[in-house]
């Protein structure tokens, strides 16, 4: 049994860790200016223990975001350059026989951090792009029959460009369903693009930006998160709208049983922003099509998936 005092700590540690938290939050939205709801999903992302694929035109700031979430989330971090001639060994690591020895001896590769920064994914070669996916998925890495673990908090922040430009790959289905959310940034407003030709360069921005976090806050963020109340109301929503993606005459397949649990798992993380104890439906509401849009086929390609995502938010009633 728990000693009341432990008890206590703990609850204290927790509030100490929602502070900087919020600090954290307020940083990253100096730095990405416009854009507090993309960034309140990436934090989501990262406090449900999923991983966040950033799709947009380059120059809006994709990989802004990606290192500002990295220095205020603390712990260790890595950025990889995507390109077409980089192999899975430069992302997992390699075996170098050691003669003196006479073993083998495992040197990490870049992605043995908190944080991975995948830049410009889709500029790799498939191969190269799977090398990623035991990664994403079971938090390890397989080198020579040997398994080695990632550190926890393990967080994949990809960027991806458009797939019509020149010199992309497209992620398979396999990989795509591996990142928890999948988000936009867009073109800033006339107002806050001003601010950013009269501010410092968004470098300079980096350098000065604060560590709010540590990776114990994240992991006792991310287990709070875990605990949020799911209330009946809030689970008939969330069931209701992924059968509306099965059941949807537009949509060749529904969303799987995992994505209805990175669902709740997401809507915790977003509620836990927010303060709360416990889930609402907005929380759901919110997080449903960066969740959902990746994961959806349609059948005619006259239609985007955002498209139809937005019709069934829009035509399944709210609790």
Known sequence: MTDPAERIDLAAADV????????????VN????????AVRLAFSALLAGGHLLIEDLPGVGKTTLAQAMAIVTGGSWQRIQFTS????????GVSIWRRAEENFEFRPGPVFANVVLADEINRATPRTQSALLEAMAER????????????????VIATQNPLDLVGTYPLPD??????????????PERDE???LLREPDRRDLLEALPTCLDDNDVRRLMDRARDLHLSDPVVDYLQALIQAT????????????????????????????DGRDHVLPDDVKHVFPALA??????????????DVIARILERTPVP
């Open 193 to 195: 693009e001003r601010r």
């Open 174 to 187: 396999s990989q795509l369903d591996r990142f928890l959310l999948r988000i936009g940034l867009g073109y």
């Open 16 to 27: 100490s860790a929602a502070e900087r938290l919020e600090r954290a939050v307020d940083a």
């Open 293 to 306: 849009t990746h994961r959806v086929q349609v059948r005619a390609e006259s239609e985007a998936p955002g």
């Open 30 to 37: 100096g730095v990405v200016l416009g854009k507090p709801e």
């Open 140 to 155: 390890q890495v397989s080198v020579d029959g040997a398994t080695h673990p990632l550190p926890r908090p393990f967080f």
């Open 85 to 92: 001639d980089l192999l899975p060994a430069d992302i997992l």
């Open 246 to 273: 099965r059941e949807h005459p537009s949509l060749r397949a529904g969303l799987s049983p995992r994505a209805t649990l990175a669902l709740a798992a997401t809507a915790r993380a977003h509620a836990l922003l």
